[in-house]
């Protein structure tokens, strides 16, 4: 079964940066890749940030060019470095597993279809 355990969060201040990590501690499943996605309160969740199996990126237009997502690994491990970070990117954080086919998609991938999660991780930006 999968396991998707988030680290690092917490607060930073606009301009800042933070950087979470996500491990997948129990089974993996074949053809599957590490996403990010963040929910704002009274907002759906929305995909952030992905890493397919040939080391393709993909990223949501909101945090393109601030975001970074990296891995030594990508069936068991994702990282996510934000940079300049905007108040509007204060949200719970969190991991995903999807199949490695919608990670090019991951900016407008429905959450809903989305089967496997981690706890999430508070990110909260202040000016």
């Known amino acids: 079964q999968v396991q998707l355990v988030e680290s690092g969060g917490g607060s930073g201040q606009t301009g800042g940066s933070l950087r979470l990590s996500c491990k997948d501690t129990?089974?993996?499943?074949?053809?599957?890749?590490m996403a990010w996605f963040r929910q704002a309160p009274g907002k759906k969740r929305e995909g952030v940030a992905a890493?397919?199996?040939?080391?393709?990126?993909a990223y949501a237009d909101s945090v393109k060019g601030r975001f970074t997502v990296s891995s030594t690994n990508y069936k068991v491990s994702l990282d996510l470095q934000m940079n300049n970070l905007q108040t509007e990117d204060t949200a719970m954080y969190y991991c995903?597993?999807?199949?490695?086919?919608?990670?090019?998609?991951?900016?407008?991938?429905?959450?809903?279809?989305?089967?496997?999660w981690g706890q999430g991780t508070q990110v909260t930006v202040s000016s």
């Open positions: 995903a597993s999807v199949p490695c086919g919608v990670v090019v998609l991951i900016g407008t991938l429905d959450a809903e279809s989305v089967n496997y």
């Open positions: 129990g089974e993996y499943l074949i053809g599957y890749c």
């Open positions: 890493l397919d199996s040939d080391g393709t990126t």
